[in-house]
């Protein structure tokens, strides 16, 4: 395969490219020109259409079809925001490109909120990714400087702010009505859907929340043409995306590949192989909630929406986290349930209090307190958390469980197992 | 599945069973109108959505997750399944997370036996307890004289918070922590509010609870009495809860009066001079000094002689009898035929409010709750409702929160309502009747004088209060005299313009119309206690002769 093309990190590397000079020499702005100066909104909407963009911020869903859903004769003012919380553990692509890449993303936000009507931007931003905020600050006000922001962008009559908001310290507030929620000054709880926020969102008007990468890979497809775009990837996944691959490698970092590239490769040529020689146990293919793969079928499966899913997994958000024959799944397993129950933020039943049980049945089993029907206790409980709770934190606090117990048992039953051999160690003295 | 063509109703299926229901309604209330109960924590009516306890979930065809009844409208031909082992399992579930870190004190716990988790647990929950983890114990405590948290029974289901934002306004309750560390609480630890207690009643859990009831006596064991609260002119249902001659508490739970299920701090926690040893429950007649016990006999002997015997003395003018606004109409009614029976001229009685003044000159109807309802533009002068009735202050500010009326506030008092007012005038005391004169067209600039505002004041309350279409003016007993009369006839000084205005004089005590329509003809308090004054003051306790 020829080297794939480079579309979100194709500025990566170049010194100083986080400086609207340097943007500039590289594209920079040129689809924003081209989108107010040369297009109907609509057929920036349909350009993203074509190019068959999913949301890259975990749920994969289809950008294009998203922005069709804000209503057009709404009288109310529309936001556009950005979702820059990535909290999921394993996920480190969106700092990337704020860090490396600042102004694709406010470009893609312009371009955004001209197709949508909109005048305001909103970045909500991590808030532990504080120098991340600074960048993105000033790269801001250097657009701000140049007309591309602000009052008439470009000399036509669009004009658009766009601000950055830090969060608090809360992954639930990555989910986009607690995003919201937050953002509004409240607490952060995922809000009732439907209504969706195309259709009331932002302080009850209609909004679009787009992960960070999700808009940075806007201007090259309206630069490009979403044919393009498209063609760079699958049929029905189109496109490259960032991976942010992180444990067992010997070069973990942040990857751009097309979709349907196979993981094989990812681990083997980008990422130099697994550590020290060893052999590879098991792969998170998505972040941190999406189902646990074993060795065998992330060495046969494809970086795609499709075939992710033959494996039961998900691309979710990108972030892959690979861990070699030394990683104990239970153990990782259980620092996941801790996560997710810490970042519950308590709003409905099964998460708040199945998380909390959930974690403490992990812990007494990880201290040597396993019984041998609490496998059977976590399926039960996880089968009283999964689809019935208030968002989908709650099924990403189950899915990493079910799939580490069902692929890798014998580490739960070795797990499970661990106090009896600390009854006999005395003994043995 | 057929639309109905009337489009009022539709028809849904639950479990295979074709039902009609009001078309729009929310599913859980469609159900129970067919008699199915579905269990539910966080839903209660008239409150906002909140879907978070996930009790109520059930199956709809061609959804992919199970949905909560209670935010989800019913459509035409929506297939719901609502008693099937998987949404049996599932509410199982839901009780045993919820009683995973519950303290299960429930035979000290005074919501014992009315508790909604007892009873859903008691319907639908696991028979073998499989949680043997750590609990988190919280030990309770008191947020205020009258209110007591006991967190660790919660199930959070915050109604508590919806109730003191949305009905009261207050907002004094909150979610504290997060997660599983999540408690209901308050900002500094004591509850800076209005002591309404309505966030307890709606409780279905003993989390917050009344520290008057504090482990009386089991709410089985109570004798309720239905009747009316005796403090403001509002009059709100309460269901009285006492055992022997003890009244233990005040609660309007399922209320089936004006208020609902609202009471404000004084029918809700007022209650305790009913019990109060220093009450005279029984006739006393004082003999040498001193009040000795007596049948009602001898009393009413007692009484009759005396009266009796000054009308002899002085003539029957000289005994003057008062009426209450305080008592009922029969009892008002009552005292006119005993002065009637004594012949004398002086009945009286004191009044809280000017009724005899404002009926005088009232230029519309008195307001109902479905003209505050349904009001455009509510102008409140010379009062504070939240301190005069506190339920009309309930109910105006329930549309005034949704954004379907505006308020107006003049008052020389802080009203606490005036933070919800698009325009608050703070006036001078005794400012009334100048400000409603520049609202009649008068001069701004002289009405601002002198009732201490500025003339922009003026005008933009005299165009708000123009431009309504539906006005009801609520008069405060701080109008007196001359700004009485302009107020209760505020409709017909504004200026041009269409408009339906209706008036609620704040009186303040419980019987005051009552009591002016039973003894109003009577004669003036003040002449009858100017007449009597010196008799009152030269007169020493009786002794019998
Ligand atoms: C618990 C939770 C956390 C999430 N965190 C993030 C996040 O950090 N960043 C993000 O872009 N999307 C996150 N999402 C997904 C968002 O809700 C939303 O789907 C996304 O921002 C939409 O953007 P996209 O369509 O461009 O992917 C999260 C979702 C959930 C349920
Ligand atoms: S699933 Fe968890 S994070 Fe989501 S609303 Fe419920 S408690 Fe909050
Ligand atoms: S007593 Fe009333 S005002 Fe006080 S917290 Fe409860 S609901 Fe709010
Ligand atoms: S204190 Fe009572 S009303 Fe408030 S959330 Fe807890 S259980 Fe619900
Ligand atoms: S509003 Fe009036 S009638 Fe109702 S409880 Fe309060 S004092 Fe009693
Ligand atoms: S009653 Fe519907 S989720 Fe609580």
Redesign the interface.
């Known amino acids: 395969m020829a080297d794939p093309v480079k579309v979100v990190s194709k500025r990566f590397g170049i010194p100083d490219s986080h400086t609207l000079d340097v943007y500039l020499q590289h594209d920079g702005y040129v689809a924003l020109e081209k989108a107010v100066k040369s297009m109907q909104p609509a057929e920036v909407i349909d350009e993203v259409k074509k190019s068959a963009l999913r949301g890259r911020g975990g749920a994969g869903f289809p950008t294009g079809m998203k922005w069709g859903f804000v209503p057009k004769d709404s009288p109310k003012p529309k936001y556009i925001v950005c979702n820059a919380d990535e909290s999921e553990p394993g996920t480190f692509k969106d700092r990337a490109v704020m860090e490396f890449d600042p102004h694709s993303l406010i470009e893609g936000c312009l371009i955004a909120a001209y197709a949508l009507g909109s005048h305001t931007c909103y970045i909500y931003i991590r808030g532990e990714y504080g120098w991340v905020q600074d960048i993105m600050d000033v790269a801001i006000r250097e657009a701000y400087a140049k007309g591309y922001c602000g009052k008439n962008i470009l000399g036509t009559d669009f004009s658009c702010d766009v601000y950055t908001h830090p969060g608090a310290g809360?992954y639930i507030c990555g989910e986009e009505t607690a995003l919201l929620n937050s953002l509004e000054g409240k607490?952060g709880h995922p809000r009732?859907k439907p209504p969706f926020p195309a259709v009331e969102g932002l302080y009850g008007c209609p909004t679009v929340v787009n992960n960070v990468e999700t808009l940075a890979t806007v201007p090259w497809i309206i630069q490009h043409g979403g044919d393009t775009f498209r063609q760079l990837g699958t049929e029905k996944s189109g496109g490259t995306r960032l991976v942010s691959v992180c444990g067992h490698v010997n070069k973990p970092g942040v990857y751009e590949i097309p979709l349907g590239y196979p993981m094989k490769d990812l681990l083997e040529k980008e990422c130099g192989g697994i550590r020290n020689g060893n052999k590879l146990k098991a792969v998170i293919p998505g972040g941190s909630s999406v189902p646990i793969i074993t060795a065998e079928e992330a060495y046969r499966v494809k970086l795609d929406f499709e075939s992710i899913g033959e494996v039961g997994s998900m691309l979710g958000s990108g972030g892959v986290i690979v861990m070699d024959e030394t990683a104990d799944v239970f153990e990782s397993t259980f620092r996941l349930v801790h996560f997710y129950?810490?970042?519950?933020?308590?709003?409905?039943?099964?998460c708040?209090?199945?998380?909390?049980?959930m974690e403490?049945?992990f812990d007494?089993i990880s201290i040597g307190g396993g019984r041998s029907e609490d496998l059977d206790?976590i399926t039960s409980?996880g089968?009283?958390i999964e689809?019935?709770?208030?968002c989908a934190l709650g099924d990403a606090l189950v899915w990493p469980i079910t799939s580490a117990m069902k692929k890798f048992p014998e580490d739960f039953q070795r797990a499970l197992d661990r106090g009896k051999k600390l009854l006999r160690e005395p003994a043995a003295v | 599945m057929s639309t109905d063509t009337t489009s009022q109703t539709c028809t849904i299926t639950v479990d295979g069973v074709p039902v009609v229901v009001p078309a729009g309604a929310l599913l859980i209330e469609a159900l129970k109108m067919q008699g199915i109960d579905i269990p539910n924590f966080c839903y209660y009516q008239n409150l906002p959505a909140q879907a978070s306890c996930r009790m109520c979930l059930v199956r709809i065809e061609k959804m992919p997750r199970l949905q909560p009844s209670c935010t989800t409208i019913v459509k035409d031909g929506m297939a719901v399944e609502v008693n099937t082992p998987e949404i049996t399992d599932m509410r199982r579930g839901m009780l045993e997370f919820m009683l995973a870190d519950h303290p299960l004190d429930c035979p000290v716990c005074d919501r014992g036996g009315e508790c909604e988790l007892q009873d859903n647990v008691f319907k639908f929950g696991h028979v073998d307890a499989r949680f043997t983890e750590d609990k988190h114990p919280i030990p309770d405590v008191d947020i205020s004289p009258f209110i007591y948290n006991d967190a660790q029974r919660c199930v959070f289901c915050y109604r508590c918070v919806r109730v003191c934002d949305v009905w009261m306004d207050v907002g004094a309750l909150a979610k504290l922590n997060r997660g599983s560390h999540e408690t209901i609480g308050t900002f500094d630890g004591w509850l800076d509010c209005e002591h309404c207690g309505n966030c307890v009643d709606v409780c279905p859990t003993g989390t917050l609870m009344h520290t008057s009831y504090k482990y009386g006596p089991r709410p089985w064991n109570l004798d309720e009495t239905e009747t009316t609260c005796s403090y403001c002119a509002d009059g709100c249902r309460v269901r009285l809860g006492s055992r022997g001659n003890v009244v233990h508490r005040s609660v309007a739970r399922q209320g089936t009066g004006i208020n609902e299920e609202y009471l404000c701090v004084k029918g809700r926690y007022g209650f305790d001079y009913i019990n109060s040893g220093e009450r005279v429950t029984q006739p006393l007649i004082r003999k040498h000094g001193e009040l000795r016990p007596a049948t009602w006999d001898d009393a009413l002997e007692h009484v009759a002689k005396r009266l009796g015997d000054i009308a002899k003395a002085k003539g029957a003018d000289a005994v003057a009898v008062l009426g209450s606004t305080r008592i009922t109409n029969e009892a008002n009614v009552a005292i006119a035929i005993v002065a009637d029976a004594l012949d004398t001229t002086q009945l009286s009685y004191k009044p809280d409010f000017d009724l005899a003044t404002f009926m005088k000159s009232v230029a519309g109807r008195l307001a109902t709750k479905a003209d505050i309802a349904s009001a455009d533009t509510i102008f409140v002068i010379g009062g504070d409702p939240k301190e005069d009735q506190p339920l009309t202050a309930h109910q105006l500010l329930q549309p005034v929160l949704k954004g379907r009326s505006a308020l107006y506030v003049a008052s020389s008092r802080l009203a606490r309502i005036r933070k919800r007012a698009s325009q608050f005038v703070h006036l001078r005391p005794g400012g009334e009747a100048v400000l409603l004169l520049g609202l009649a067209g008068g001069s701004s600039d002289v009405s601002a004088k002198s009732a201490g505002c500025a003339p922009s004041d003026v005008e933009a309350l005299r165009k708000a209060l123009e431009a309504s279409r539906r006005l009801v003016v609520m008069v405060g007993s701080e109008c007196h005299g001359a700004a009485l009369e302009a107020a209760a006839a505020l409709g017909s000084l504004l200026g041009d313009g269409e408009r339906h205005v209706t008036y609620r004089p704040l009186v303040e005590d419980n019987n005051s119309v009552g009591a002016y329509d039973t003894l109003g003809q009577g004669v003036a308090y003040s002449e009858v206690i100017g007449a009597l004054g010196d008799l009152i003051t030269a007169s020493t306790p009786s002794e019998p002769t």
Do not use: V
């Open positions: 809360a607490r009732i129950k810490h970042e519950s933020c308590g709003w409905c039943t099964p708040r209090d199945g998380g909390d049980w403490q049945i007494r206790l409980l089968r009283n689809g019935k709770s208030h």
